[in-house]
C-alpha cells in the first residue's frame, strides 16, 4: 500500500513537471508569431498611403534662369614678348678692329658708328686704282684727239656752250633761292592774313588792316608765279644748251672716229679703265663694310669681339635691339580669328599684373600648316622699358557674342534631332531643340531656342525624362 502511494505521488509530480515544460514551449512558439502579426498588421496601413505619396513626389533640380551675359566674356591667349626691333650686327668685311665704343645696355643712335676696322690696306688698293683710271684715260684722250685741225672747230664750239650752260645754271640756281624766299614770304603773309581776319571777327582789328594784308597776298602770288615762269625758261634754256653740246660732240666724233687707225690700242685702255673702275667701287665698298653704323635707335644687347681682334664678314660683333614698342604674337583657332581685326584694340597683362594697351597690326591670311592656327601679332609701345623681350603677354580682349546666352557645357544633351537642353516649365520637364554657337572654356553660346526668363536645368539631364516633375532647388 505505502508503495502504491509512493508510485502514484511520483506519477503525479512527472505529470506536472511534463504539462509545465510543454506549456513553456507554447509559449515559446506562440509570442514569435503574435509579434510578427501585430507588425504586419500595423505597418501595412502606412506603407499602402507612403507609396503614391512617393510616386507624387517632384524630383529637386538645379535650374539656371536665362539672361543677357552682363560682363563681357574674355578671350584669354599668351604670347612670347618680342622687341620691335632686333639686329645683329657684323661687318661687311673681314680686317682687325680698331675701334669698337660700345658695352651692353648702352643706348644709341640710328646712324650713329658702332665700330671699325682697319682700312690701310683698302686705302692702298683705292689710291692704286685711281692712279691706273686716271693713266688709262690719259692714253684714250690722245687716241681720240687725232688731227687737232679736224677738231678745233667743235672744241671751240663746245667750250663755247659750255660757258652758257655754267651761266644758266648759276642763274637756275638764283632763281630757285628767289623762289624759295617768295614761297615762304607767301606762306608768311597767308598765315598774317588767317591771324588778321580771326582778330577782325573779334574786333581786334580794322577792315582796312585784314584788305591791305590780302592786297599783299595777291601780290606776293603774282610775283611768286612770274618767278616761277622764268625758272621754267631757263630750265628750258639749259636743255637745248645740252642737246647743242650732245649734238656737237656726236659730230666731233663722227670727225675724230673717220681718222683713227689703232682701235686695238682704244680697246685696251677702255680694258684698262673698266678694270680700275671695278677697283675702285670694290675698295670703296670694303671700306664702307669696314665700319657698322646703327640702323636704328635702341640698346646693345651683347658685344661679343674686343679691339683688336680680327673678324670674318657676317660674323656677329653687337646685338641691337629697339624696345621702345613691343611685338607680341599669338596662335588663333580658325573659330576664333573672326574676333580679330586690325587695328583693333587689345589688353596685354604682365606677369606683376599690369596692364598695356595694344593694337592689332598683322593677321596672317593663311593658317599655319603644322597646328592649324593664324598667327596675331599685337603691338605696344614701351616708353618706360617695364617689357623685355621673352617675357610672357597675357593678351585679352572681350569676345563678341550673337546672343548674349552663355550656358555650362553640362546643360547640353545630344539627341537623334541634335542638342538640346531641359527647361522647368510649369514644374514640368520640357525639352528644347538649340542652336549652340561659340564654345568659350567650360561654357557655350546659345544662338537659338531658348529666351530670356527660361529656366535651364544646369545637371543630370540623363536622369530626366520629358513631362517628369521637378521643382527648383531652393523653392
Not at 587695328?343 to 598683322?362: A, L, P, Q
Not at 597646328?371 to 623681350?389: C, F, L, Q, S
Request: a positive charge; proline letters at 3%; hydrophobic letters at 35%.
Amino acid at each position: 500500500m505505502e508503495c502504491h502511494l509512493i508510485r502514484s505521488t511520483r506519477a503525479s509530480r512527472a505529470e506536472k513537471k511534463k504539462e509545465s515544460r510543454e506549456t513553456v514551449v507554447k509559449k515559446r512558439l506562440i509570442l514569435p508569431i503574435i509579434a510578427i502579426l501585430a507588425v504586419s498588421s500595423g505597418c501595412s496601413q502606412p506603407a499602402a498611403s507612403k507609396a503614391p505619396e512617393e510616386a507624387k513626389k517632384a524630383k529637386v533640380v538645379e535650374i539656371i534662369k536665362i539672361a543677357q551675359q552682363q560682363q563681357p566674356i574674355m578671350l584669354t591667349k599668351s604670347g612670347v614678348v618680342q622687341a620691335k626691333q632686333e639686329v645683329k650686327l657684323a661687318f661687311g668685311t673681314s680686317g682687325k678692329i680698331i675701334s669698337l665704343p660700345v658695352k651692353k645696355g648702352m643706348q644709341v643712335k640710328a646712324g650713329q658708328v658702332l665700330g671699325a676696322l682697319d682700312t690701310s690696306a683698302y686705302q692702298s688698293s683705292l689710291a692704286l686704282s685711281s692712279a691706273q683710271i686716271q693713266e688709262a684715260q690719259i692714253k684714250r684722250a690722245k687716241i681720240l684727239k687725232g688731227d687737232s685741225k679736224v677738231t678745233d672747230t667743235y672744241d671751240n664750239s663746245m667750250k663755247q656752250t659750255d660757258d652758257s650752260l655754267a651761266n644758266t645754271e648759276d642763274a637756275i640756281k638764283k632763281q630757285k633761292i628767289k623762289i624759295e624766299n617768295d614761297n615762304q614770304t607767301l606762306n608768311q603773309d597767308k598765315t598774317d592774313l588767317q591771324r588778321n581776319e580771326a582778330l577782325f571777327a573779334s574786333g581786334a582789328v580794322s577792315r582796312v588792316e585784314v584788305d591791305n594784308l590780302k592786297i599783299k597776298v595777291d601780290q606776293a602770288e603774282l610775283s611768286l608765279q612770274s618767278e616761277q615762269v622764268q625758272l621754267t625758261a631757263l630750265e628750258g634754256q639749259k636743255k637745248r644748251l645740252l642737246e647743242q653740246k650732245q649734238l656737237t660732240a656726236q659730230q666731233r666724233q663722227k670727225a675724230v672716229q673717220a681718222e683713227k687707225d689703232n682701235t686695238d690700242r682704244l680697246a685696251s685702255t677702255a680694258t684698262e679703265v673698266a678694270s680700275a673702275k671695278n677697283g675702285i667701287t670694290q675698295a670703296n665698298k670694303n671700306i664702307q663694310d669696314a665700319k657698322i653704323t646703327a640702323p636704328f635707335s635702341g640698346t646693345i644687347a651683347e658685344v661679343t669681339p674686343y679691339v683688336g681682334d680680327m673678324v670674318s664678314p657676317g660674323t656677329a660683333v653687337a646685338t641691337l635691339v629697339d624696345l621702345s614698342q613691343i611685338k607680341v604674337s599669338v596662335q588663333i583657332e580658325p573659330s576664333l580669328i573672326s574676333q580679330f581685326a586690325a587695328g583693333k584694340k587689345i589688353t596685354m597683362n604682365r606677369e606683376d599684373g599690369s596692364k598695356t594697351t595694344g593694337t592689332v597690326t598683322f593677321i596672317s591670311p593663311l593658317a599655319d600648316s603644322a597646328t592649324g592656327k593664324y598667327n596675331v601679332e599685337i603691338t605696344a609701345p614701351n616708353p618706360d622699358g617695364v617689357w623685355r623681350g621673352g617675357m610672357v603677354a597675357n593678351v585679352e580682349l572681350p569676345r563678341t557674342l550673337s546672343t548674349g546666352f552663355i550656358l555650362p557645357l553640362q546643360c547640353l544633351g545630344v539627341g537623334d534631332k541634335g542638342r538640346y537642353v531641359l527647361v522647368a516649365e510649369n514644374g514640368t520637364v520640357k525639352k528644347r531643340m538649340i542652336e549652340a554657337g561659340q564654345i568659350i572654356g567650360d561654357k557655350i553660346e546659345i544662338l537659338s531656342g531658348i529666351n530670356p526668363g527660361d529656366q535651364v536645368i544646369a545637371s543630370g539631364i540623363s536622369f530626366l525624362l520629358e513631362g517628369e516633375k521637378v521643382e527648383p532647388k531652393g523653392e
